[in-house]
Each structure stands twice: as structure tokens, then as C-alpha cells.
């Protein structure tokens, strides 16, 4: 499980995300919904301890998660559309966490040169 204390690593997750700054919105929307493993109600095996995820967003979020094929596309997508206005989880996150990539996320999109076609961080 995730620790409360457990801050991730919000750069490294804005660059994990370079790789889907191209990919349409479109897209992103249908890969979740297809193979999204919420969308699906399919939840991990292994049932967590729910005093732990009750004292720790991040480790439901992590639970809920788990195993699902399109966790940064999901992140991608929530980014995009919600911003600062996200709720819930969504790329294996609590909206805090979202809240405080976002930043991050989006400096690093107005610091890529558009005509980067594999997402990669290139300098101006």
C-alpha cells in the first residue's frame, strides 16, 4: 500500500505524460472508456485494508487502480478536460495529487516544441 507520507514524484509523473501530448482527445476518451478498468467494474482481487485507505487517499486510489492498462491515459485525459477542477480519482491519483501535477503537467506542454510528435521534451 501506499504510505500517506508518500508524495509522488510529480515531474516524474508530468514527464511519463510527455509520450501522450499528441494523441486526440478523442482518442484518450476512447482507450479509457475501452479498457479502463473502472469502466468495467472490475476491481483488484486482493481486498486492501480499509482502515489504512480511510486514513490515505493515495492508497485507495492506488487499490482502485491497480493492474488498469490505461492509467497514464486516464491521467492524460482528466488533465486535460478538468484541470484544477478534477474530483475523484482518475490515473491512480486523489485529486490533490492531480491538483498539485497539474501545474507541472501543463508548464512542461508550454515548454514542448508543437512540432514534437513523439511527446518528448525538447527545449525551445
Known amino acids: 500500500m501506499v504510505s500517506p507520507d508518500d508524495t509522488p514524484d510529480y515531474e516524474a509523473i508530468a514527464a511519463r505524460l510527455d509520450r501522450l501530448r499528441n494523441v486526440p482527445d478523442e482518442v484518450l476518451a476512447h482507450l479509457v472508456m475501452r479498457d479502463g478498468l473502472c469502466m468495467w467494474v472490475a476491481v483488484p482481487v486482493e481486498v486492501p485494508d480499509w482502515d489504512e485507505c480511510a486514513s ?37 491519483l486523489p485529486e490533490y495529487d492531480r491538483r498539485a501535477l497539474e501545474p507541472r503537467w501543463r508548464w512542461r506542454r508550454d515548454r514542448t516544441a508543437p512540432d514534437d510528435q513523439e511527446g518528448g521534451s525538447h527545449d525551445r
Not at 492506488?62 to 492498462?69: I, K, R, S, T, Y
Request: charged letters at 20%.
Open 56 to 92: 490515505s487517499d493515495r492508497a485507495l486510489a492506488a487499490w482502485l487502480c491497480a493492474g488498469c492498462p490505461v492509467i497514464d491515459h486516464c491521467l492524460e485525459l482528466d488533465l486535460r478536460e478538468y484541470g484544477q477542477a478534477t474530483t475523484a480519482v482518475w490515473g491512480a
